[in-house]
């Protein structure tokens, strides 16, 4: 079924493994480590506890990142956990993967992210409605258009804005690390109640919302030079990276706030700058807040189009988005498709409705993917795995229970929006078997 690409069709192995690392330092960090604290804050009743699920949190997620990195690095093509599902379960299951993210998981998230980056906008300009939109998709559109002429173009981009992002948490983690004194006390202390690990599961739950994105580096894997080498480096170092970032930035945060303020406080960051920085801790905190935004939405345009590319060229999409620029060589066709249907979510306010509906699918998939690493041990043994994770079969044994119990309890606890999640999914079924008529037509 899938055809043998010629040379003309090959997107040409450019990103480095600083351009790697960057993706997945770029993508994850977003808005999120200023907002999360109070949630993990209203659950949890000590600055310990706290710090300690962020670490486990991030720890898991570094085991899933391992068993990424052995997939990628057996099998270093473009489209990431679509291809490893199609190789471990067959193509179905790749399919109804790729269908997921293409039209819900990363068009939902990019949307989110270019709405939150005009209402962040809004603290330096005043916007109305109608200028709010617009500012959401100008943005959607010229970093399209930057990854539209090349992907070292949008890697530079990738590394600038990564790099002010680090820079931004550093001044704000670095004036409340430096800030003499302890927690600056605000009225009494509300009892949390008796531990429970129900508390450390609803925390947990938030802070798996910081710490995804990750597995969008997998999505070029066929465009990183040395992959077998790059890709498990830049998974692994990128995701030690971010637990580092997040545990110090929380860290800071306590060094200030009370647990019980973070508790009650909806803009924990902003609080802290303020507090450490004065008048000018708000500015430095929006700016921050901005270039964490585009880093996220322009590592997200890089690497998704792969997915609708890989799908593209096995015959399960429009044949268009397999297509190769002949001058940028990139994958301009799945850009555009992208930004467009991005834009669609982002006019409609549609996006809103499919976020809740995006993490239930995605952890559902992400636990196939990295179970898919004993599978596909079983079944192609003798194959070349230049990197093998590390702790197997233990921390990929983790990593699935974790994710099995994210998506049952949030069935449990929210059974409308999984079970719409859920339907999203099979909706691709018959979609799947259209392709592959109309395929060997």
């Not at 690390?177 to 690990?197: D, E, H, I, M, Y």
């Not at 170092?237 to 060094?255: E, F, Q």
């Not at 233990?394 to 069935?411: D, E």
């Not at 999984?418 to 018959?430: D, E, K, M, N, R």
């Amino acid at each position: 079924m899938r055809p043998s690409p010629s040379v003309s069709d090959e997107l040409p192995r450019t990103l480095e493994f600083l351009d790697a690392a960057a993706i997945v330092v770029g993508i994850v960090i977003g808005a999120g480590i200023f907002l999360v604290p109070r949630l993990v804050a209203q659950a949890l009743p000590s600055a310990p506890m706290i710090l300690a699920v962020w670490i486990a949190t991030g720890v898991l997620c570094f085991f899933g990142a391992l068993a990424y990195a052995e997939l990628g690095a057996m099998l270093p093509d473009s489209g990431g956990h679509y291809v490893y599902l199609r190789e471990c379960y067959g193509p179905l299951a790749g399919f109804l993967c790729g269908w997921t993210f293409a039209l819900v998981v990363l068009s939902s998230a990019m949307a989110w992210l270019a709405v939150s980056f005009s209402i962040t906008l809004g603290y330096f300009i005043p916007l109305t409605a109608v200028t709010s939109k617009l500012i959401a998709l100008s943005l959607i559109a010229v970093l399209s258009a930057v990854n539209y002429r090349g992907i070292r173009l949008g890697a530079d981009v990738q590394r600038t804005f990564t790099a002010l992002k680090v820079l931004g948490l550093a001044i704000i983690a670095g004036s409340a690390l430096l800030s003499r004194g302890g927690p600056v006390a605000a009225g009494s202390a509300p009892g949390n109640g008796a531990f429970a690990w129900s508390a450390v599961g609803v925390a947990m739950l938030a802070v798996v919302l910081c710490y995804d994105g990750w597995p969008s580096l997998s999505y070029v894997a066929g465009e990183i030079r040395d992959p077998r080498k790059n890709v498990p480096l830049s998974l692994g170092l990128g995701l030690a990276a971010i637990i580092a970032i997040y545990v110090l930035t929380n860290a800071a945060y306590l060094r200030v706030l009370p647990v019980h303020v973070i508790a009650s406080t909806d803009r924990t960051g902003a609080a802290v700058a303020e507090r450490t920085l004065g008048r000018a801790g708000a500015g430095v905190l929006s700016l921050t807040i901005l270039m964490a935004i585009i880093g996220s939405i322009n590592g997200f345009i890089m690497t998704a189009p792969s997915l609708c590319f890989a799908m593209a060229r096995d015959g399960l999409m429009f044949a268009k988005l397999a297509a190769v620029h002949p001058r940028y060589r990139t994958t301009h066709c799945a850009i555009v498709a992208q930004a467009v249907w991005t834009a669609v979510l982002v006019l409609t306010g549609s996006f809103e409705t499919l976020i809740p509906y995006a993490m239930i699918a995605a952890w559902l998939f992400y636990g196939l993917t990295v179970a898919g690493v004993a599978v596909l041990r079983s079944k192609y043994p003798d194959r070349p795995r230049p990197y093998r994770m590390w702790g197997y079969p233990v921390t990929p044994f983790l990593f699935t229970s974790v994710a099995a119990w994210f998506v049952a309890n949030t069935w449990i606890t929210q059974p409308g929006p999984s079970t719409i999640a859920f339907l999203i999914i099979a909706s691709g079924v018959p979609v799947y078997y259209l392709w592959r008529r109309l395929s060997r037509s």
